[in-house]
C-alpha cells in the first residue's frame, strides 16, 4: 500500500480538483506498487488513470521499453521488438481444450498473490505447439493483452550469432532486460533456426544455439512470461517439454470452430449467407484459420471490386478455388 504521505496528496488534490497535482500523486502510487513488485495491480491503476486505449497506443512504460531495447553487439541488429496488443480473447477461436488451459494461466496470474502465500509460482514458461496459422503467435498477443503485459519478441536471427561467445552474450542482454520488467516474450518458431539450416555445415552450432535458449528458459526465474512456440513439435525430445509449465496445443479449426471464425471475421460485413450455416462451414474444411481469413478477404475485395453491396456464396467459391489452385 502507498505511504500516507502520498495517499493525502492523492485525496486533497482529487477533492480540489488540481489535476497535475492528481496525476503526480497517481503516477507516484503506481511507481512505489510497480518497485513493490505488484505488476497487476501497477496495471490496473495505469489503465484507470490513462485510459484503456493506451493499450493500442503505448502506456508510459511500454515506451520506455521501445526506446530501449537492447541490440546485438557485432551486428548492431536489435534483439527484441515490441509487438503490438490490440486483438483481446473473443478475437480468438480455439478449440475448449486449449482455451481451458490458457484460461487457467490467465487465473494464475490473476491470483499469483495468492499462490506466492503458499510458496507458488503461476505458469510462466509456456510452448504453444501445432501446424501453421491457428493462432499460435496470436495467443500470445491477446495473452498479453489480457495480462496487460507489453509483448516483446526475441529476434532470433539477430540473437544467433557466427561469432563465438557472441549467441550467448545476446542472450544474456535479452533476459538481463526482459528481468528489469514484467512482459510477455515470445520466442517465436524458435526452432525454426535449427529446421532451416539443419544440413548445413555449421547444423551443430545452431543446435547449440536452440539449446541455449532453452537452457536459459529453464533457468530463468523473473516475473516475466516466455513463451516458445513450435511448428515441428516431433523434432523436440521429452528434455524440452520437461522445460515448460504447460504445453498449449494449437489444431486445424473443426466445423463448430469453423462457423465461429466465420461470424467473427464477417460481422461488419453485409452478406447473403448465414456463417453458421454447416454448408457454408465445411467448404472451408481442413484448412487453417489463416488461410481461411486470406480467403474471406479476397472474397470481401472481390464483393467491393465488383461493386456489389452483399457479400455473396459466389464471392467466397471463386476466392476458395483460387486458394485451391495456388496449392496445387
Ligand atoms: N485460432 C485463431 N482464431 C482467430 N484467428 C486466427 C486464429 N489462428 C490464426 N488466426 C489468424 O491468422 C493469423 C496468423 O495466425 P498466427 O500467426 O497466430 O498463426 P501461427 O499458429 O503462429 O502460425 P505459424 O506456425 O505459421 O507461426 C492471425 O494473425 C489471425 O489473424
Ligand atoms: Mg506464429
Same mark, same amino acid.
Given at each position: 500500500?502507498?505511504?500516507?504521505?502520498?495517499?493525502?496528496?492523492?485525496?486533497?488534490?482529487?477533492?480540489?480538483?488540481?489535476?497535475?497535482?492528481?496525476?503526480?500523486?497517481?503516477? !507516484?502510487?503506481?511507481?512505489?506498487?510497480?518497485?513493490?513488485?505488484?505488476?497487476?495491480?501497477? /496495471?490496473? @491503476?495505469?489503465?484507470?488513470?490513462?485510459?484503456?486505449?493506451?493499450?493500442?497506443?503505448?502506456?508510459?512504460?511500454?515506451?520506455?521499453?521501445?526506446?530501449?531495447?537492447?541490440?546485438?553487439?557485432?551486428?548492431?541488429?536489435?534483439?527484441?521488438?515490441?509487438?503490438?496488443?490490440? %486483438?483481446?480473447?473473443?478475437?480468438?477461436?480455439?478449440?475448449?481444450?486449449?482455451?481451458?488451459?490458457?484460461?487457467?494461466?490467465?487465473?494464475?496470474?490473476?491470483?499469483? +498473490?495468492?499462490?506466492?502465500?503458499?510458496?507458488?509460482?503461476?505458469?510462466?514458461?509456456?510452448?504453444?505447439?501445432?501446424?501453421?496459422?491457428?493462432?499460435?503467435?496470436? &495467443?500470445?498477443?491477446?495473452? !498479453?493483452?489480457?495480462?496487460?503485459?507489453?509483448?516483446?519478441?526475441?529476434?532470433?536471427?539477430?540473437?544467433?550469432?557466427?561469432?563465438?561467445?557472441?549467441?550467448?552474450?545476446?542472450?544474456?542482454?535479452?533476459?538481463?532486460?526482459? &528481468?528489469?520488467?514484467?512482459?510477455?516474450?515470445?520466442?517465436?518458431?524458435?526452432?525454426?533456426?535449427?529446421?532451416?539450416?539443419?544440413?548445413?555445415?555449421?547444423?551443430?552450432?545452431?543446435? %547449440?544455439?536452440? /539449446?541455449?535458449?532453452?537452457?536459459? =528458459?529453464?533457468?530463468?526465474?523473473?516475473?516475466? =512470461? @516466455?513463451?516458445?512456440?513450435?511448428?515441428?513439435?516431433?523434432?523436440?525430445?521429452? *528434455?524440452?517439454?520437461?522445460?515448460? +509449465?504447460?504445453?498449449?496445443?494449437?489444431?486445424?479449426?473443426?466445423?463448430?470452430?469453423?462457423?465461429?471464425?466465420?461470424?467473427?471475421?464477417?460481422?461488419?460485413?453485409?452478406?447473403?449467407?448465414?456463417?453458421?450455416?454447416?454448408?457454408?462451414?465445411?467448404?472451408?474444411?481442413?484448412?487453417?484459420?489463416? +488461410?481461411?481469413?486470406?480467403?474471406? %478477404?479476397?472474397?470481401?475485395? +472481390?464483393?467491393?471490386?465488383?461493386?456489389?453491396?452483399?457479400?455473396?456464396?459466389?464471392?467466397?467459391?471463386?476466392?476458395? *478455388?483460387?486458394?485451391?489452385?495456388?496449392?496445387?
Amino acid at each position: 500500500m502507498a505511504n500516507g504521505k502520498l495517499l493525502r496528496q492523492l485525496i486533497r488534490s482529487g477533492l480540489q480538483g488540481d489535476i497535475d497535482n492528481f496525476r503526480a500523486a497517481s503516477e !507516484a502510487v503506481i511507481a512505489e506498487e510497480r518497485d513493490k513488485k505488484h505488476h497487476l495491480l501497477a /496495471n490496473d @491503476l495505469e489503465k484507470l488513470l490513462y485510459g484503456t486505449q493506451l493499450n493500442q497506443t503505448l502506456p508510459l512504460n511500454h515506451l520506455k521499453l521501445a526506446s530501449s531495447l537492447p541490440a546485438s553487439k557485432d551486428s548492431g541488429l536489435s534483439l527484441l521488438e515490441l509487438r503490438p496488443v490490440v %486483438r483481446e480473447s473473443q478475437d480468438i477461436v480455439l478449440s475448449d481444450a486449449s482455451q481451458s488451459i490458457l484460461d487457467e494461466i490467465l487465473l494464475e496470474h490473476n491470483r499469483a +498473490d495468492i499462490l506466492r502465500s503458499y510458496g507458488l509460482r503461476p505458469a510462466q514458461k509456456l510452448i504453444f505447439f501445432g501446424p501453421p496459422g491457428c493462432g499460435k503467435t496470436m &495467443a500470445a498477443e491477446v495473452l !498479453a493483452n489480457s495480462l496487460s503485459m507489453p509483448l516483446l519478441m526475441v529476434r532470433l536471427d539477430s540473437v544467433i550469432s557466427s561469432f563465438l561467445g557472441e549467441t550467448a552474450a545476446n542472450l544474456r542482454k535479452v533476459f538481463d532486460y526482459v &528481468a528489469e520488467f514484467p512482459c510477455v516474450v515470445l520466442f517465436d518458431e524458435f526452432d525454426a533456426l535449427a529446421k532451416d539450416r539443419g544440413d548445413s555445415a555449421d547444423h551443430g552450432e545452431l543446435k %547449440r544455439s536452440v /539449446n541455449a535458449v532453452l537452457q536459459m =528458459i529453464d533457468s530463468y526465474r523473473g516475473d516475466s =512470461i @516466455l513463451i516458445a512456440t513450435t511448428n515441428y513439435e516431433s523434432l523436440l525430445d521429452k *528434455a524440452v517439454w520437461r522445460r515448460f +509449465d504447460e504445453a498449449v496445443p494449437f489444431d486445424m479449426p473443426n466445423l463448430e470452430q469453423i462457423k465461429r471464425l466465420l461470424s467473427i471475421k464477417l460481422s461488419g460485413v453485409r452478406r447473403q449467407f448465414d456463417p453458421t450455416d454447416a454448408k457454408v462451414a465445411s467448404l472451408f474444411k481442413g484448412m487453417s484459420h489463416a +488461410d481461411i481469413e486470406r480467403v474471406l %478477404r479476397r472474397a470481401i475485395k +472481390d464483393m467491393i471490386l465488383s461493386g456489389k453491396e452483399f457479400l455473396e456464396k459466389q464471392h467466397l467459391d471463386t476466392s476458395l *478455388a483460387r486458394e485451391h489452385r495456388a496449392h496445387l
